[in-house]
């Protein structure tokens, strides 16, 4: 059985930094796709980020340059390193791994609030 667990989200001031991270376990991490999606309340769930198992990344217009995704295929983790936040970034964040092989997976989610 494949989990997601993510760790990282808070409340930060307009401005902050925040590191979101998301370990996998139950199947080969090397394999999956990685993204991070977010929802707001109200919104519908969007793509923040994803990265390829290459290492391609593919970033959201209203995150590019703030935002930047990593893995560690070591620690079968990603991380996602957020900075200059705006309080359009509140949402809940969750971690999704795609493999062909392996199906599509979900975090439970971490809330990230940015207000003064």
């Known amino acids: 059985q494949v989990q997601l667990v993510e760790s990282g989200g808070g409340l930060v001031q307009p401005g902050g930094s925040l590191r979101l991270s998301c370990a996998v376990s139950g199947s080969t991490f090397r394999d999956f796709w990685m993204s991070w999606y977010r929802q707001a309340p109200g919104k519908e769930r969007e793509l923040v980020v994803s990265?390829?198992?290459?290492?391609?990344?593919n970033y959201a217009d209203s995150v590019k340059g703030r935002f930047a995704i990593s893995r560690d295929n070591a620690k079968n983790s990603v991380y996602l390193q957020m900075n200059s936040l705006k309080p359009e970034d509140t949402a809940v964040y969750y971690c999704n791994a795609q493999s062909f092989f392996a199906g599509t997976y979900w975090g439970q989610g971490t809330q990230v609030t940015v207000s003064s």
């Open positions: 990265i390829s198992p290459g290492s391609s990344t």
